[in-house]
């Protein structure tokens, strides 16, 4: 199966500076590069400063296509005021190509990786071929599986699990604060859902919340001073554990949305 | 003690408020515009405020030095003159102003800007003109845009709507250029400085045809249209802009300089600098960081004094 493919980040090709899609497949064509653009974060938009951080991104372009996405950190930024540039490298996929993958953004994604797309790139052409995916996912993981994970998950994430898959449920954009692995909560989450509500969700395990990327799903690993109220400004509610140690060292969680 | 409602959360209620760059409804108390991204915090300032309001919009490409001419504008307007005097007019114009000089005082340039609308600061200050009788004030708002928002924007217009109101109604443009790569880079930044030159002619809604032919004509245009400076930066790498700015963007951006020409009633040339020497460091990851030295301010306020003359 052949997807199309595209690079957003920071470059100076003559005519524009800055963050731009780079580079593009056949098939990207205005109306996809504007969508792609759109969605696509620029500088210092990761959630970690660490290198190797990274997060993958889903969302829905136009009506017929959807965007797998993996931000991370490339080189130094050609600018020269000493930060790294953050590069997005999209798979873009016809809505009856992702049907081949059950709906399924995260077996598109490993699918993708084990091939090795959705990598750091030494060389970003212009014009980018098709990505050559297999018709089916080369892993894919039935619903008992999914639920397996579970296991490993403490009890405040397991209880902003249960509150996050409500709110996603309701159509309702949330932030998911202190997961430590959001792949998993993805996975469960995906496999709960319908194919018409994958569909439409959007979703992002490391990125800052913008009113500009409007992402239903977001992964936020910390807790800040005024997180929240910042959040709701964006129409964002935020879930996240309400950790309260007692003197005698005993943890007690409450998973909880603000009032 | 509280005597009046206006001293209640400004005395506006959610119904009455209105975005100060698109003009839709807010109903929200914070946030943003769900329009074009504008703070709602600006709205409800300049809501607030009885002078008039004037926007300018600084713009440029990608590093350009948007953001330091902004940051360090409103630092020398509030050490201004009685001539030009500037005082910010809402807390979150400062921040602009302290991300800049803060980072200067630490020898660095301040980081990229982010593309996102929302992460953008917004200048807005009381700027006082004149003396005594002739004195006058305005309420100045300047949005500090990315320069690849603006790239984009041209490119596809409607995906930065606060870019497209905000040049549609200001009554001055600053066009930043960054002279070290005019002079050194080839015909890229001229080329990319004339899409700007219109784009806001577009935006401004002058008939460029219409305009051309007044000037063949010799005849004064009916709208005088906006006041438009173009500024070229980093003039302590380039001293030729220093000299004559006008014959600099004549030999090195001649594609711009005849569109100005051709195309608007009121425009002139700037040359802008802010420091007096820098260097660059590299790390052992390979990233490049400009180090300014030291800080010299030149030609940072006069663009703007020129405009707010010119739109008297």
Known sequence: MQVEQAIFTSIDNGSMKGYQLTSRSSRIDKHIAQELCRWAPSHASLLAAESDYSSLNYFPVLSNWVAIA???????????RGSMQIVTHFLVLRLEQFADY???????????????????????????????????????????????????????????YAEVLALVKEGQRVAAVGIASPMNVCERLIGQLPAASRLQMSIATGLKPSTHRKFQLHFIPHREFGMEKRLMAQGITCVSSNRSVADDGEVTCLAQRPV | MITTLRHLDYGLTNSELDCVCCGTALPDRDGFCRDCQTPIGLSRA????????????????????????L??????????????????????????????????????????????????????????????????????????????????????????????????????????????????????????????????????????AAAHKAKELNVKPKHKGPAIAIVFTKCDG???????PEAFATNNTPRLAEFCRQTFHNYAFFSAGVVGSAGVLADRAGRHMQIPFHIEPHGIIEPLEWVMQVCQ
């Open chain 2, 46 to 69: 300049v809501a607030t405020r009885e002078s008039s309001q004037s926007f300018v919009s600084v713009l440029g490409a990608s590093g350009a030095g948007k953001t330091v001419f």
């Open chain 2, 238 to 244: 380039c001293p030729e802009t220093r000299e004559d």
């Open chain 1, 70 to 80: 993996r931000t991370f950190y490339g080189g130094p930024e050609y600018s020269g």
């Open chain 2, 71 to 208: 940051g360090l504008l409103l630092d020398l307007l509030s050490n201004g003159s009685e001539r030009l005097k500037g005082l910010a007019a809402s807390a979150f114009s400062v921040a602009l102003q302290e991300q800049v000089i803060t980072a200067l005082e630490q020898r660095t340039f301040p980081e990229k800007t982010q593309s996102e609308a929302d992460t953008w600061d917004w200048l807005h200050c009381q700027v006082t003109t004149g003396l005594k009788k002739k004195m006058r004030q305005v309420d100045l708002i300047a949005p500090d845009f990315a320069g690849e928002a603006i790239g984009l924007e041209i490119e596809q217009t409607g995906l930065y709507p606060a870019i497209r109101h905000v040049v549609s109604k200001s009554a001055g443009l600053l066009i930043l250029c960054d002279s070290l790569k005019v002079r050194d880079a080839g015909s890229a930044e001229d080329l990319f400085a004339l899409k700007l030159a219109s784009y806001i002619a577009q935006s401004q809604g002058i008939d460029v």
């Open chain 1, 102 to 160: 059950d709906y399924d953004p995260l077996a598109v994604a490993r699918t993708a990786q084990a091939l090795g797309y959705l990598r750091l790139t030494s060389e970003m052409p212009e014009q980018l071929p098709k990505a050559r995916l297999t018709d089916k996912p080369l892993l894919y993981l039935p619903a008992p599986m999914r639920c397996e994970s579970a296991e490993d998950e403490s009890i405040d994430e397991q209880e902003i």
